[in-house]
C-alpha cells in the first residue's frame, strides 16, 4: 500500500521548472545567432540573473518569481509569459516584445529599454499593475492599452513613449521625462506628476 501511495505521489522531471544550469547547458550548445526555443516551458523561481538571454523565444513561458538581474533579455519575445513577482533590476531589454505578458509585482528598477539603433520595445496591453520601473530608460517604447496601476515610473526616460489608452491610475511619474510621450485616452486618474522634467501639454492627452 505504501509503495502505491509513493508512485502516485512521485514528482516526474517533466513537471519541475528547468534550473539554471538547464539554461546555461541550452546556452552553451548553440550558437549565439540561434534562436532557442523556449516557449511555454517552466522556468518559475530559476535564478537567471547576468545570463545572455538574447532572441529567445518565452512565448507563454512561465517565469513567474524568477530571478533575472542583469540579465539581457534584447529582442526576446515575451509575449503573453508570465513574469509575474519577477526580479529584472538592471536588466537590457531592448526591442523585447512582450505583448499582454503578465509583469504584475515585477521589480525593474533601472531597466534599459531604449536601443539606439532605433527598434521599439513592444508592450502593448502588458500587465504592469504595482510594478517597480523607477529610474529605468523607456524612451519610444510602446505601451499602449497596458496597466500601469500602482506601478512606481519615478525618474524614467519615457520621452516618445506610447502611452494611449494606458491605465495610469495611481501610477508614480514624479521626475520622469514625457516629452513628445502619446498620453491620449489614458487614464491619468490619482497620478503623481511632480517634479516633471518637461510640461506636460493637453495636446498629448486629448
Given at each position: ?7 502516485q505521489s512521485?514528482?516526474t522531471?517533466?513537471s519541475?521548472?528547468?534550473?539554471r ?10 550558437s549565439?545567432?540561434?534562436e532557442?526555443?523556449?516557449?511555454g ?5 530559476s ?13 507563454y513561458?512561465?517565469?513567474q ?6 540579465a ?8 503573453r509569459a ?5 526580479i529584472l533590476?538592471?536588466?537590457q531589454?531592448?526591442g ?7 509583469l ?14 532605433g ?14 520601473l ?6 519610444s ?16 526616460d519615457?520621452?516618445?513613449a ?11 511619474l514624479?521626475?520622469?521625462d514625457?516629452?513628445?510621450a ?18 506636460l501639454h ?5
Open positions: 500500500m505504501l509503495e502505491q501511495i509513493i508512485s512521485k514528482i522531471r517533466d519541475l521548472p528547468l534550473t544550469r538547464d539554461v546555461i547547458d541550452a546556452l552553451i550548445k548553440s549565439y545567432t540561434a532557442l526555443r523556449f516557449q516551458v517552466n522556468l518559475s523561481g535564478d537567471l540573473s547576468r545570463l545572455d538571454l538574447r532572441f529567445i523565444n518565452f512565448k513561458a512561465n517565469l518569481g524568477c530571478k533575472l538581474t542583469g539581457n533579455l534584447s529582442w526576446c519575445c515575451l509575449e508570465d513574469l509575474s513577482h519577477a533590476d538592471n536588466a531589454l531592448l523585447v516584445k512582450s505583448v499582454c505578458a503578465n504584475e509585482g515585477a521589480t525593474m528598477k533601472n531597466c534599459n529599454f531604449k536601443d539606439p539603433a527598434s521599439r520595445a513592444n508592450m502593448e496591453g502588458v500587465n504592469l499593475k504595482g510594478a517597480n523607477e529610474g529605468s530608460d523607456m524612451g517604447v510602446n505601451l499602449r492599452v497596458a496597466t500601469l496601476k500602482n506601478a512606481n515610473l519615478k525618474n524614467c519615457l520621452r516618445a506610447v502611452l494611449a489608452g494606458a491605465d495610469l491610475e495611481s501610477c508614480d514624479s521626475g520622469s514625457l516629452h513628445e502619446n498620453l491620449r485616452g489614458a487614464n491619468l486618474k490619482d497620478a503623481a506628476f511632480e517634479l516633471m522634467l518637461t510640461p493637453m495636446s498629448q492627452t486629448l
